[in-house]
C-alpha cells in the first residue's frame, strides 16, 4: 500500500445530486470533491482511460467507461453518473480515486496526452458536398442522415455511388479533407 503522502487525493467529500431538472429523480450523480488539486494528472488519465474527451485549457476530462458510466474530471472535483444509490457511489468514489492515485503514481512510466478528441465534423457542411439525391443507395433513408453518419464515423464515403462519378470529383476531394480521411 502506497504511503498516503505519495497519493494524489488523500481525503475526500461525496455528496449525491439529483439533476437539477429532474427534482425528485432517481437518477442519482455523485459529487467527489477534495482539497487537492488534480488538473496536473489529467494528461496522464487521458492517457490511460480510454474513450476520454479532454480538454487541457479548460482543465477537465470526460471519460466513458466500460461500466456504463461517466465521469468529469475537473481541478478539485470528480462528477460520476448514474449513481443507483450512496453504497454504489462509494463504491465507485473508491475505485475511481484508486485509479487516479494509481496513475499518478505510475505517471514517470507514462506518456502524458495532452490532445482532446478531435471536433467531428459540421453536419451540414458535410451534407452540402453530398449530391443530394436522397436516393439511399448508401443505406441511409436521405443524405442528411448519410451526412450525421459520416460525421461521427459511422459511415464510409463509398457507400455513396455518386461520389465516385467525375462529376462529383470536387465534392469527394473536400469531404476527404473536412472528414479527415486522406483516402476511402
Known sequence: MRNKTEQLINEYRLEMVTPGCFPGASIW???????????????????????????????????NSDNGRRYAFRPHEIDIAPAEDRESAVKLCVDVIESVNNIWARRYEIEPDFKGKATPPN??????????????????????????????????????????????????KSLLVLLKLGTL
Not at 136 to 164: H, I, R, V, W
Open 123 to 172: 453536419v451540414l457542411e458535410v451534407r452540402k458536398l453530398l449530391p443530394g439525391t436522397n436516393c439511399k443507395e448508401c443505406g441511409y433513408p436521405t443524405c442528411m442522415a448519410f451526412a450525421a453518419a459520416l460525421s461521427q464515423s459511422k459511415a464510409n464515403l463509398s457507400a455513396c455511388p455518386y461520389l465516385a462519378q467525375k462529376e462529383f470529383a470536387e465534392n469527394m
Open 29 to 63: 450523480r455523485a459529487e467527489v470533491t477534495f482539497e487537492a488539486d488534480i488538473s496536473q494528472v489529467l494528461p496522464y488519465l487521458n492517457a490511460e482511460l480510454g474513450d476520454t474527451s479532454y480538454n487541457h485549457d479548460a482543465q477537465t476530462l470526460l471519460w
